[in-house]
């Protein structure tokens, strides 16, 4: 049995228990608590050296890391990964999308206001820097609104790992201070991905099995 390297709180982590229950596939989960520096701890950064959750470590001690990566790997041969190459480069396409446009900024807006909002609030620095990230996290929001206006999903009008990698902190934007009233296709499409028949929420008691 795989186990994963978690936080319950990470929409990255999020991604990977996401894609996991997807597949049905059991798994171990070991929680790690990143505001107090669990994942900087030396016995930590033997399994990922950039001291970062998901970890996801293999049976035979092999150990992925990036959340994106992991979503790769699990899916390959799978029907949540296209078989034909240009359609596996448009999910890919939206993959790095959600890391360079999207999760570096309605994610770290949302850790701000989530977990450490007294130290942002009373810091101008911090409170600029927040107005940088809440305009390209609305700019984000925007691109994909957009694209869903003529598409059900991402790529090819079928559920895939982009879905997942652009779901995780999308559905939780609101935490960041994101409104997403707005983004009429977006709410659509979170329906449609929170339906899928394996879905589970950010936080679950119970991760050892699928049925």
């Known amino acids: 049995m ?3 390297h978690d936080n319950l709180g990470s929409g990255n982590a999020y991604k990977v228990r996401l894609i996991l229950a997807h597949l049905k596939r059991p798994f171990r989960r070991i929680e790690y ?3 107090k520096g669990e994942t900087r701890s030396a016995k930590f ?3 990922n050296p950039n001291g970062r959750i998901p970890a996801l470590e293999f049976e035979d001690g092999r150990v992925l890391v990036e959340s994106n990566a992991i979503l790769f790997y699990l899916a390959a041969e799978t029907d949540f990964l296209p078989s034909d190459a240009f359609s596996r480069a448009q999910v890919m396409q939206w993959m790095f999308f959600e890391q360079y446009s999207h999760e570096p900024n309605i994610a770290v807006a949302r850790y701000w206001h989530h977990y ?7 810091d101008a620095v911090r409170m600029s820097a927040l107005d940088k990230k809440m305009e390209g996290g609305r700019d984000a929001l925007t691109v994909m609104d957009n694209h869903l206006r003529g598409n059900t999903y991402f790529v090819n009008d079928a559920f895939s790992i982009a879905d997942i990698a652009l779901y995780a902190y999308t559905h939780v934007a609101t935490e960041g ?4 009233t707005t983004f009429k296709n977006i ?3 979170l ?4 339906a899928q028949s394996r879905h589970v929420p950010i936080i679950r008691d119970n991760f050892e099995q699928f049925g």
């Not at 450490?116 to 009373?122: A, F, G, N, Q, Y």
């Open 191 to 194: 329906e449609r991905v929170a």
């Open 116 to 122: 450490i909002w007294d130290e942002v609030s009373t």
């Open 177 to 180: 201070g994101f409104d997403l």
């Open 187 to 189: 709410n659509m499409w």
């Open 33 to 35: 608590d990143v505001t």
């Open 45 to 47: 950064l033997t399994i």
């Open 2 to 4: 795989v186990t994963l």
